[in-house]
């Protein structure tokens, strides 16, 4: 099974770190879930890397970083049928190659792709987020890289 070319939109599973999971120290995400991508920027092996958003059954207080995915749309994706919304406002940036980037299933890389609509409407909080500078995003390429530093592999 060939792990796809990372495009807007597409949904994958990830073990996303929430950003106060890291100011506590955390290096890993506590569990995998789906989470689409905002933005891919593409380039050859470890230079492709992606922004990735977490979908979450957690309803946000404030909805200004969000979007609520509609029950058809899970339905297509293949998730359960409780509400669930894409947290556009925070952020992991990733590496392509991370090996937090698993499988959904034995068969099947990815949950599919997110309607074109809902990719803007995401895309569209994001940037809303960026512009009033309330964007969190969290670098899992530069935590690997002080952790292998700390652990005395980055030399």
């Given at each position: 099974m060939k792990k796809p070319d990372p495009v807007q939109g597409l949904v994958i599973r990830y073990d996303y770190l929430w950003r106060d999971e890291a100011d506590r120290g955390r290096q890993e995400g506590s569990k995998e879930r789906p989470?689409?991508?905002?933005?891919?920027?593409?380039g050859e092996g470890d230079d492709a890397r992606v922004w990735l958003a977490p979908i979450t059954h957690t309803q946000p207080m404030n909805t200004k970083g969000a979007v609520e995915i509609p029950s058809k749309v899970k339905q297509h994706l293949g998730l359960d049928?409780?509400?669930?919304?894409?947290?556009?406002?925070?952020?992991?940036?990733v590496?392509?190659?991370?090996?937090?980037i698993v499988p959904v299933s034995r068969d099947r890389w990815d949950y599919g792709m997110l309607p074109q609509k809902l990719t803007r409407a995401m895309l569209d909080k994001t940037?809303?987020?960026?512009?009033?500078?309330?964007?969190?995003i969290t670098d899992r390429v530069?935590?690997?890289?002080?952790r292998d530093r700390d652990e005395g592999r980055g030399r």
């Open positions: 989470c689409a991508i905002v933005v891919a920027r593409t049928d409780d509400r669930s919304w894409i947290i556009a406002g925070e952020l992991n940036s590496a392509w190659s991370d090996p937090g940037l809303e987020r960026q512009q009033d500078r309330s964007l969190k530069l935590l690997e890289k002080q």
